[in-house]
């Protein structure tokens, strides 16, 4: 059993200078295709639900779920997250449920809509963190708030998001801020907001740094060395994924996703964690609609989700390759949540930083 945290995993990350990608689930076939492909090239794994997976599947459901995939891959470090958390209720339930890590995204107000106040962020945030350090799992927060650079438009596309027009300020998380945030909540990993949102249509044409402020990341890493940083929105949207979802029968305009390149340098500015969704649904889809458009006498699900399966882990198995996830799994020793509880208690894991040590 090799249930282990996201603290630990992006500790060892950024000791070893890796990123790991953090791909969503909902079903059992997307959790079979992610471990399968983390096993193929021994990396570590973060599976994370949303609030619409844990309500699609069933809390018991994908409890229960885990528990089989780590019993299945007992040799393969597996993080269990929430992704966005919407409120402190819904983190504790989701630790409740044996995720050992979760996201309390307080840059929106409970209804996941709303952009919230400074202060909001903060109290709630830092309430999460109490609750989750008491047992040993991790938190990831969120400063700044996801949406186009380009329109100024949150992302309301996936249920979580944004409405309506946001300001340069919302979209663009503000380093002197993520360093008080950081040191006041004592998050163990942070999102922030740099130009990326989530879905296929990211940006209108190839992102350059007008409209992916990848600078801003590597602000916020010079004043925070030590924080573990998080891409969300960070599909890439590959050209020959959308040509093969067009070419089985699929209608998506061009669009135009976060370059591995550019999440490659984020790697070398503290990125840890990168929340990739979008392109495992592109590729899933793609090769059912393949299945079904050449045989429409088939009715056996078996016969298209095996496909699906095998598309979604060519892509998972490609980021942990691009992303230097790849070869690190067995160098890692899992640490049970009661221990990390006794660390975060003694406050060696309170966050670290680079003026402090400096001076001490
Ligand atoms: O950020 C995400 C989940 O939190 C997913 O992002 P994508 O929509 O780019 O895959
Ligand atoms: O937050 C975005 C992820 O892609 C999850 O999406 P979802 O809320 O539709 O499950
Ligand atoms: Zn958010
Ligand atoms: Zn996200």
Redesign the pocket.
Known sequence: MALITLRQLLDHAAEHDYGVPAF?INNMEQGLAVMEAAASVDAPVIIQASRGARSYANDIMLAKMIEALAAIWPDTPLVMHL??GNAEATCASAIRFGFTSVMMDGSLKADGKTPADYDYNVRVTRSVVDMAHWVGASVEGELGVLGSLESGMGEKEDGHGAEGKLSHDQLLTDPAQAEDFVARTKVDALAIAMGTS??AYKFSRKPDGAILAMKVVEEIHRRLPSTHLVM????SVPQDLQDAFNAAGGEMPQTW?VPVAEIQRGIKSGVRKI?????NRIAMTAAIRGVLGKNKGEFDPRKYLKPAMEAMRAVCRQRYEEFGTAGQASKIKPIPLSEMAKRYASGALDPQFAGKKAAE
């Open positions: 969503n992704d966005h989530h879905g969300h929105g960070s599909s996703g929340n990739i969704d979008t392109d």
